[in-house]
């Protein structure tokens, strides 16, 4: 088996960590949610984070763990925060990474998604009118997903388990 990571970008209910599951039990690698693994690292919340020391510190934070991350010799499968590609830094280190997996879907599915899930209120970045803010993260990050992506799966209409396919067959199905 490669040591090679898998990484995940995209926006805010794409599936990048009901899939990422799935593809690191497949690979029979670590895990990594970015977002829950800066959670427990620090004893507090995303949105916390956010509102007490501000989305810079977060930011920092965000790009200090996946420093971290791909700079290690185990492989793992990491779900990147939405904003992961904002800092030019940690859009360097994933251009350098052999698998990242843009997870791209329509802001109607998003959405839909989100307000099926209870994770709204995890997510200060989709506090207010959640399509809007969806559009405007949608067009504001979608060139730097695009210059990160080493491929690119259209997750709309699709269930997790054929987005899972997807992204095994895109970073090596014999990897299994």
Request: proline residues 1%; aromatic residues 4%.
């Amino acid at each position: 088996m490669t040591t090679e990571h898998v990484v995940l970008v995209g926006l805010m209910g794409t599936g990048k960590t009901t899939v990422g599951k799935r593809v690191a039990r497949e690979l029979g690698r670590r895990f990594v949610d970015s977002d829950a693994e800066i959670e427990g690292l620090h004893g507090r919340s995303v949105r916390d984070i956010f509102e007490s020391s501000g989305e810079p510190a977060f930011r920092k934070i965000e790009s200090e763990l996946l420093e971290q991350l791909l700079a290690s010799d185990v492989a793992v499968v990491l779900a990147t925060g939405g904003g992961v590609v904002l800092a030019e830094r940690n859009r360097r280190l994933l251009k350098q990474t052999r698998h990242v997996v843009w997870l791209r879907a329509e802001v109607g599915t998003l959405e839909s998604r989100l307000r099926a899930t209870k994770g709204l209120a995890r997510r200060p970045l989709l506090d207010g009118d959640l399509r809007q803010r969806l559009e405007v993260l949608s067009y504001e990050r979608g060139d730097l997903y695009r210059e990160v992506a080493t491929s690119i799966i259209d997750v709309d209409g699709l269930d997790s388990d054929q987005v899972c396919d997807l992204v095994l067959d895109r970073v090596g199905g014999s990897e299994r």
